[in-house]
């Protein structure tokens, strides 16, 4: 059992992951500033583990990049931190292009603030999110963690960057224990349909957005392009469920502690892909909803196919995927029809 601090517990991953963590026993502290996220989230997160918010979790709402907000975590507990699992950041790619400064100060100017604290504090246990994006347009797939670091949007630059800067502490002084995993696609949500993605406005992402067609908020997919060089021309990626995702973390995590390596680089992928038609077949088979789409231009930075070699993770990890397609289709829908607008009501 450690004593753990998850920045941006509240949001997608972070959330499925507390579950996760908490079951396998930990104690969390939760450092969130809510600004793509609700508390509700880690309410409902409590609940499903059966503990009382303030008992083995304690929530904390500030920001990474605040000294003050980060004294506060490490100085929470008696019990001082053992590792870091560290979510906490921007995602969107598009937005990433036209807020680039925005991007760099919350993921790499915030991971800069919390490794100080960590430093000060005396935690050299981290497990940073990082994410597929990083290889830019892949030259061959499966993607194995070797292959060349190209990032094509100031997002996937930030993500690389903190890649790098983790690397750069961890070869100045001994101690460092570091674990970049770079998730694919994470989809689904837990199976008691309690928690789930909840994306403010205009999904940007697949899922979401196919799941919002399906229950009639939405009037159609676009597809972006059915042009590419897959079997039915739509891309291809490999989508992981989020409690394999979650699961992951907790067996990262376990091999940190247990063997101290100074920095694991890991891909978290099922190792296999789908293409945007066999998602929105799989959904409307599993939901029997129909899903209409029309077929659009290529969206700016895409990619053709992206999946993962997944040999590191179950080597290195001994953690392989459980859940599948229809599995992520399941949960996914049954998250969005009990909760139509996430944690948010319909005005917000
Ligand atoms: P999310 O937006 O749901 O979760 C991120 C959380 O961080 C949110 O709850 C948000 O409120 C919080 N946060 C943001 N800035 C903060 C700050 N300055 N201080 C404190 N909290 C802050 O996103 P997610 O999908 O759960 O992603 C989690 C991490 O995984 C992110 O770092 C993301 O870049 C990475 N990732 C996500 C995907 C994906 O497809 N979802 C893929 C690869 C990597
Ligand atoms: N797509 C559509 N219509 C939509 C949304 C998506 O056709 O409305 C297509 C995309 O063109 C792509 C596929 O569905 O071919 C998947 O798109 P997502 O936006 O769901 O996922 P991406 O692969 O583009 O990127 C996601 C995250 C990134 C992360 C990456 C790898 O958004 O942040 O996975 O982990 F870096």
């Known amino acids: 059992m450690a004593q753990l601090l998850i920045t941006g517990g509240a949001g997608f991953i972070g959330s499925h992951t507390c579950l996760a963590l908490l079951e396998a026993g930990h104690n969390l502290i939760v450092l969130e500033n809510y600004s793509n996220s609700s508390n509700e989230a880690l309410r409902r997160v409590a609940e499903l583990a059966g503990v009382r918010l303030g008992d083995r979790i304690t929530l904390l709402q500030g920001d990474i990049r605040n000294q003050e907000d980060l004294e506060m975590a490490f100085s929470q507990e008696k019990k001082t931190i053992d590792a870091v699992v560290h979510f906490a950041g921007l995602k969107a790619v598009g937005e990433s292009v036209q807020q680039p400064l925005r991007y760099w100060d919350v993921n790499v100017g915030g991971t800069c603030s919390l490794l100080g604290a960590m430093k000060r504090h005396g935690c050299r246990t981290i497990v940073f999110s990082s ?3 990083v290889y830019g347009y892949p030259k061959k797939v499966p993607i194995q963690e070797t292959a060349i670091v190209q990032p ?22 001994d101690g460092w224990c570091i674990a970049c995993l770079r998730y694919f696609n994470p989809v689904g949500a837990h199976s008691s349909g309690r928690i789930g993605e909840s994306p403010y406005g205009m999904p940007n992402n697949l899922f979401p957005f196919v799941c919002q067609v399906a229950v009639g908020q939405r009037k159609e997919l676009k597809i972006f392009g059915g042009d590419w060089p897959t079997t039915d021309g739509t891309p291809v990626r490999d989508y992981i469920h989020v409690m394999d995702l979650a699961e992951g973390h907790c067996a990262a995590l376990e091999v940190l502690m247990r ?7 890991i891909n978290l992928g099922c190792g296999y892909g789908y293409s945007v038609l066999e998602v929105v077949k799989a959904f409307e088979s599993v939901s029997s909803m129909d899903v209409p789409f029309k077929i659009v231009a290529r969206r700016p930075g895409d990619v053709s196919c992206s999946i993962a070699d997944s040999t590191l993770a179950a080597n290195r990890l001994g953690w392989v995927t459980r859940r599948n397609l229809v599995d992520m289709c399941r949960d996914a829908f049954a998250w969005q029809k009990d909760n139509p607008f996430g944690y948010f009501s319909k005005n917000d």
């Open 131 to 133: 994410s597929a994006t």
């Open 259 to 265: 063997e101290r390596p100074q920095v694991l680089t």
């Open 152 to 173: 094509i949007s100031p997002y996937g630059r930030t993500k690389a960057a903190v890649e790098k800067l983790l690397t750069d502490v961890s070869e100045s002084e």
